[in-house]
């Protein structure tokens, strides 16, 4: 038995891809490893009700600066737990000490688009990248894609990094049945009959303004009756896109709903037409594999992860070529067979991923890092 811990910093909202992963990754450890001794590790108090009760929570408040809890509280709690094996799901993590250690590396987008990043961030992100490609045991990073890029940028050894892609809960992203309840989140949230959905943080990296663009000409050049919905906070240069609503003159047709909680979402994309994610960059990319675990059509991009996470499910589109996006979307709307096909692709594709898979593999990485950690019966 080894004792393992695991930064859950990134645990407490579960508003964005790493706090989802954090929380399925725990989640499933606690269901497949009963051998290993966990040790959970926040700088905050987080609800722990429906996580593994056998795993030790640990809260250490102090210091609030995030650089310093690193390297002296959490330091020092390795040291007084006797953790054998340290996992950052974040880049992040105690420099110093002998104990093994594994980083999971979401993306490099700070290196693509560093101008959404203050010189603060884009300091941060450089420092922990490059240590955890130095200092680490293993990295896991969550696409091929990204593998790639930290091997071009980073030099980093092939044989250092293991891809482990994330899941899907499929006891909470499903095609629903027509209820009572979809009529209460229509009226939750006043949205239209028929619609086109977007999820993200309204920043330049999702694309948005593009698929505004888009929306425009389908406006402009045919009779479109759904409207665009977008859910996702307010990011970096944020207003560039409600401008672009403004100058276009769609104000009574783009819908901002803001933030929106996980328990309503799966009733969202279930009420829509039509999912589309533009993106210019991602690491993984989770909504476009929410929105084919509904059943719902997908319109992504051909960059970055984006392919390797839809396969041939999805129709992939340049994020640069607005009328490309307006076409891809025109074609799904007005050809019911099509978006019928890519309905039934999306929900097989969907099937292959799991967040008891990802736990799976990352158990397995454990157990290579440290070569004292027992495998229990199952997990291989």
Known sequence: MAKIGIDVRMMTHLKTGVEIYTYYLIQNLGRIDKFNEYFLFSDKDFNNSDLPSSFNKRIIKFPPISFLWTQSSLFFALLRYRIDLYHSPTS??????????????????????????SKRRQLAHRFWLKRAVDFSDKIITVSKNTKEDIIKFYNAEPEKINVIHLGIDNKVYYPLKESFHFGQIQRKYNLPKRFIFAVGRLEPRKNFVNLI???????????????????????????????TVENLNLKKEVIFLGYVPQKDLPYIYNLASLFVYPSFYEGFGLPPLEAMACGIPVITSTTSSLPEVVGEAAILVNPYNVEEIAEAIY??????ELAEKMRRKGLERAKQFSWEKCGR??????????????????AG
């Open 213 to 243: 663009k888009a929306y425009a000409i389908l406006k402009r050049k045919t009779d479109l009756k759904e409207k665009l919905v977008i859910i996702g906070n307010k990011g970096y240069r944020y207003k560039d896109i409600f401008k």
């Open 361 to 378: 593999e990352t158990l397995r990485v454990y157990e290579e890092v440290g070569k004292t950690l027992a495998k229990p019966s199952g």
């Open 331 to 336: 074609k799904v709307l007005s050809n019911k």
């Open 92 to 117: 992040a993590f105690a420099l110093w000490g002998r104990r093994k250690r594994i980083v999971t590396i979401h993306d490099l987008s700070f290196l693509f688009y560093p101008e959404m990043y």
